[in-house]
């Protein structure tokens, strides 16, 4: 938001700096973002003075160039080669003396310098009004009033605005400050903090009166909900052309363009009291009349941007007898407002409800000033002084007469808010005890009135303006800001209690967990919980009923709570593949979230994501593609390292997958993956395989916590490892060999690994083999050959009769 410092002083008479001004504003909570410095000319004029041409005479070198010499009101005139048509002795001049910046209509910047045209030495350059900045015309140079003194600056004579605008970044529950009137409230109480007492000058609006009655418009509010208050007042016999220059550079300042004096009076005075106004051309509104009501769905209206709408019957609409003339309190449709040929005016102003308008706006995908301030809430008591101060700003600048007596519909008045403040509650959230009379200044300063005072409290009346303070915490925030955040002690004694936890609280098990991802390579990502509802179509697991839908969403892609975390993490590998970055190792932690029967529930997630390369190119080692394999042992090792060790393989069941596994225990799914489907793959355009894990994280807190660890001390006989190259059928896995020896031998085999695996020629057809090494280890005592010796041969013997395995 832009406020105008010139514009504030006209509220509040401060002599500081602008930067001195900025700081308390901050420290008020009107975060001042940055400080711009605003001229109506650039570059002020400076540097150009009014000069009286003594001379002119031909240039004896050139024919369309003249000789001058000019007086400035230095030691001596100044000679100056001149171009234009109509210079000649005798005028008075604006005159660029060298050193002097100017600038092109572009912005470009150019100096003045001493030099020779045609021969002839010129000290300066008589000014055209388009040089400037003042117009224009670049026929000639600018002749000026004969009493304008020698050497007098250039910007005393224009009416030159200089002025300095703050950018505040508004927080939204501030709605009170989006005007300057606003800000001036908030400055005066701080001032008042610094000693230092400010009137707060505002309007006056004694001189609004009603000339005649020539020109009734009739009012129906049909929906006072949503039209809590409606004013308005039909001025006739107006005017409209270009605004005064001082209300062009009021609004030129915070960044709007002037229109015409009636619009720009409105924005005026939004800008200056934070009341949004509408000024509808009566010869436009069919039957003399305003309805201010919602309309049927699916109503067509054109806005003033020249777009064709599709209304809502959720839409407040201001229409005449016939049609549907303004969205309220966000957009003027194109056939109602204000042309070169309007003479008479129905000036509205309004109070809307807040939700009713922050909803259509965001319907529409409108966002303009008045919605800005409706869809926050602005004064309702305002509503009324505003009209006044536009139809009277209107009447000096455009001319005419009010014509009808003001419109006031107001059923319900929207009343102050009660609240009552415990010093003792002050005291414990500030943390400090601030002086009760400080606090009744404070308060009084942001005019909250004291109604009744005790030993332990104040009762209050906070004004309808300031609907973000409405409970005691809002009271004591309000304290604690003027009184200045810096003004509070740090407090030399810290008191802090320690809560009691397991180990296996949920955010420890996932740091455990996303720290050894995190060595092993993989980056953790955070992807957005809204999505759209069209990725239901991609997998016959998710339905349309179990969505939950947000009521007001920003968008149709963003219109539902995710089912699957697969979707949104592949829009990241999309993206990043977009990006070169063809290597991507990802995890999330994160929910989804189903709707069962009109009851929602949620569970927790982890997902890991592997495509290209498992590790960056290196000298030291050839790089191997992220595969299916390389996924599994990480998914192993994480199972193992929260001390989940034993579980069931199963082939996958899911259909977001080609192919896969799922590891469960006790009928409980741990996790599925596997390679993504390519039809899944090709609705987020990735021709590369995708690798995915997902974790039902629920599931596996709930196993971690219930198992239990046990500890033994280490062997100290030593382990005996024996191998054996077995030749195998195609179609036996490791696993019922894995399987088979672990039958065989339960006391003394404690690990059983798969070191080689060999397929092709001096095999025979459809054979292949496996070298396996088996561990064995007595904790008591030293094994001995013939123990080993008997292991083997029943291993052998077992793998030979169930698997018809024989040895290479």
């Not at 949503?226 to 220059?245: D, Q």
């Not at 409800?353 to 305002?382: C, Q, W, Y």
Request: charged share 25%; proline share 3%.
């Amino acid at each position: 938001m832009k406020i105008s410092y010139n514009w504030l002083k006209q509220f509040i008479k401060i002599d500081w700096t602008p930067e001195q001004t900025g700081e308390l504003l901050t420290d008020l909570g009107l975060e001042v973002e940055g400080i711009e410095t605003y001229q109506s000319v650039k570059g002020g004029l400076e540097g150009i003075v009014i000069g009286n041409v003594l001379t002119c005479v031909k240039h004896p070198n050139a024919d369309k160039l003249k000789l001058t010499t000019v007086d400035v009101g230095g030691e001596t005139p100044l000679q100056i080669v001149c171009g234009a048509p109509n210079v000649a002795a005798g005028q008075k001049v604006p005159v660029a003396t060298i050193g002097t910046t100017l600038y092109t209509a572009e912005g470009e910047s150019w100096t003045i310098k001493k030099g020779k045209i045609r021969g002839e030495e010129s000290h300066g350059m008589i000014c055209a009004e388009d040089e400037l900045g003042l117009g224009q015309s670049h026929d000639g140079i600018m002749v000026l009033d004969e009493s304008i003194a020698v050497g007098t600056l250039a910007s005393e004579v224009f009416e030159i605005e200089n002025d300095h605008v703050f950018e505040i970044g508004l927080t939204p529950n501030r709605a009170d400050a989006m005007s300057h009137l606003g800000v001036a409230r908030d400055l005066k109480a701080g001032l008042v903090q610094k000693d230092i007492s400010l009137e707060l000058i505002t309007p006056s609006l004694s001189a609004f009166h009603v000339d005649n009655r020539l020109l009734k418009i009739e009012v129906d509010v049909k929906n006072k909900e949503l039209a809590p208050r409606y004013c308005g007042v039909t001025i006739s016999g107006l005017k409209v052309a270009e605004s005064p220059k001082w209300l062009q550079h009021r609004l030129k300042a915070i960044g709007l363009t002037p229109i015409n004096n009636i619009v720009d009076a409105t924005n005026y005075v939004l800008h200056d009291l934070g009341q949004p106004l509408h000024a509808f051309d009566t010869t436009k509104i069919t039957g003399h009349k305003i309805e201010v009501k919602t309309v049927k769905a699916g109503t067509k209206f054109i806005t003033l941007d020249g777009v064709e709408r599709t209304l809502s019957e959720e839409d407040l609409m201001i229409c005449d007898a016939e049609k549907p003339m303004c969205i309220a309190g966000i957009f003027g449709g194109i056939n109602s407002g204000v042309s070169e040929s309007t003479t008479s005016i129905f000036l509205e102003s309004a109070y809307f409800n807040p939700v009713s308008i922050r909803k259509s706006a965001k319907r529409h995908g409108l966002n303009t000033d008045a919605s800005f301030r409706f869809e926050r809430g602005i004064d309702p008591n305002m509503t009324e002084l505003a009209l006044k101060r536009a139809a009277l700003l209107i009447q000096e600048i455009a001319g005419g007469e009010v014509t009808s007596d003001i419109v006031d519909f107001y059923p319900n008045k929207i009343e102050d808010f009660q609240v009552r403040l415990s010093f003792d509650n002050a005291k414990k959230l500030i943390g400090e005890e601030i002086p009760k009379d400080i606090i009744k200044s404070i308060l009084t300063s942001l005019e909250i009135k004291v109604n009744n005072v005790t030993e332990t409290g104040l009762g209050l009346t906070v004004p309808a303006y300031r609907n973000d303070v409405q409970r005691e915490a809002d009271i004591i925030e309000e304290i604690l800001r003027v009184y200045g955040y810096n003004n509070i002690k740090t407090t030399e004694k810290l008191n802090a209690s320690i809560s009691s936890s397991t180990r296996f609280e949920d955010h420890k098990i996932q740091n455990i967990v996303g720290n050894q991802l995190a060595s092993q390579g993989f980056y953790e990502m955070l992807a957005n919980s809204l999505t759209t509802p069209s990725y239901i179509s991609l997998s016959e697991e998710l339905k349309d009923e179990h969505n939950i839908t947000i009521l007001n969403p920003l968008s149709n892609d963003l219109s539902v709570l995710r089912q699957s975390l697969l979707f949104s993490g592949l829009e990241t590998v999309s993206y990043n593949l977009n990006r070169k970055q063809l290597d991507l190792k990802l995890f999330e932690f994160g929910k989804t979230y189903h709707d069962f029967k009109g009851k929602h529930i949620e569970n927790k997630h982890l997902t890991l994501f592997s495509t290209g390369n498992q590790n960056s190119d290196s000298w030291l080692s050839s790089n191997k593609k992220s595969e299916f394999f390389y996924l599994k042992g990480t998914i192993f090792s994480i199972l193992e390292r929260v001390g989940i060790s034993r579980f069931q393989e199963s082939p996958i069941t899911s259909d977001l997958f080609s192919e896969g596994l799922e590891l469960s225990l006790s009928k409980m799914k741990l996790v599925s993956f596997g390679l993504v489907k390519k039809s899944i793959l090709k609705h987020f355009d990735i021709s590369q395989e995708i690798i995915f894990a997902d974790f039902n994280w629920d599931t596996v807190l709930d196993i971690v916590k219930r198992n239990k660890i046990l500890f033994k001390a280490i062997p100290k006989y030593p382990e005996v490892r024996r191998d054996f190259a077995l030749l195998l059928d195609d179609n036996i896995s490791f696993k019922d060999i894995y399987s088979i020896a672990n039958k065989t031998e339960k006391q003394l085999l404690k690990n059983v690994s798969l070191f080689d695996v060999y397929q092709g020629k001096n095999l025979p057809q459809g054979k292949k083999s496996y070298a396996v090494s088996f561990t064995l280890q007595d904790e008591h005592k030293t094994l001995t050959d013939k123990q080993i010796d008997k292991i083997m041969n029943t291993l052998q013997s077992n793998f030979e009769k169930e698997l018809g395995a024989e040895l290479r």
